[in-house]
């Protein structure tokens, strides 16, 4: 019993291993008093990490999104998406933000609490994906791809759709498909 017990603090250990310091940060959901533990959420997945803009001309890039998770979430995907008012295009009402994502759009994948994305004021985990890509989002549906170890794969700029290549090929091949 004992080795069982060290084996399953080994594993623990691993995976907290491959989380990034930055996935280590507790979110709220979107709309709501629920919390999630990036690192929990997302261990043993491939993450996508979008700053979304409910205003945005790119927001049709939602349903592309939730397309996206839809058809890989089974293999082990997660979307996250982080509403930010950086580039000056999204509701300051939470309730709207999630009405546009959730009602005109259709998300199901995680949304959370609007945040920072770029600058001094950018929240520890977009400041943690900068570091890593060498880029902070440029405008909002921003795209950061994380391997199941933790380790940043690439970063696509807004005018990248998630349903086409090269993320999509990336996403694949991540996911080992």
């Known amino acids: 019993m004992k080795w069982f017990?060290?084996?399953?603090?080994l594993g623990a250990g691993q995976a907290l291993a491959?989380?990034?310091?930055?996935?280590?940060?507790?979110?709220?959901?979107?709309?709501?008093t629920r919390r999630h533990n990036l690192c929990q959420l997302t261990e043993g997945k491939v993450v996508l990490v979008v700053n979304t803009a409910s205003y945005c001309g790119y927001r049709g890039q939602f349903r592309d999104l939730e397309s996206l998770y839809q058809?890989?979430?089974?293999?082990?995907?997660?979307?996250?998406?982080f509403p930010s008012?950086?580039?000056?295009?999204?509701?300051?009402?939470?309730?709207?933000?999630?009405?546009?994502?959730r009602r005109d759009y259709g998300v199901t994948f995680p949304m959370f609490n609007r945040i920072a994305?770029?600058?001094?004021?950018?929240?520890?985990?977009?400041?943690?994906?900068?570091?890593?890509?060498?880029?902070a989002p440029g405008w909002n549906?921003?795209?950061?791809?994380?391997?199941?170890?933790?380790?940043l794969i690439a970063s696509y700029?807004?005018?990248?759709?998630?349903?086409?290549?090269?993320?999509?090929?990336?996403?694949?091949?991540?996911?080992?498909r």
């Open 5 to 9: 017990t060290l084996l399953l603090l």
């Open 18 to 32: 491959a989380c990034p310091d930055y996935f280590n940060v507790e979110q709220r959901e979107l709309n709501s």
């Open 71 to 81: 058809g890989y979430k089974e293999q082990g995907l997660i979307v996250l998406g």
């Open 85 to 101: 008012n950086d580039f000056w295009q999204e509701a300051g009402d939470e309730g709207k933000t999630a009405t546009v994502c």
């Open 117 to 135: 994305v770029r600058g001094s004021d950018a929240s520890p985990l977009y400041k943690g994906l900068a570091a890593a890509g060498g880029d």
């Open 141 to 151: 549906f921003h795209k950061y791809l994380i391997g199941r170890d933790g380790k």
């Open 157 to 176: 700029g807004a005018s990248q759709n998630p349903g086409a290549d090269p993320l999509l090929a990336a996403v694949k091949q991540a996911l080992g």
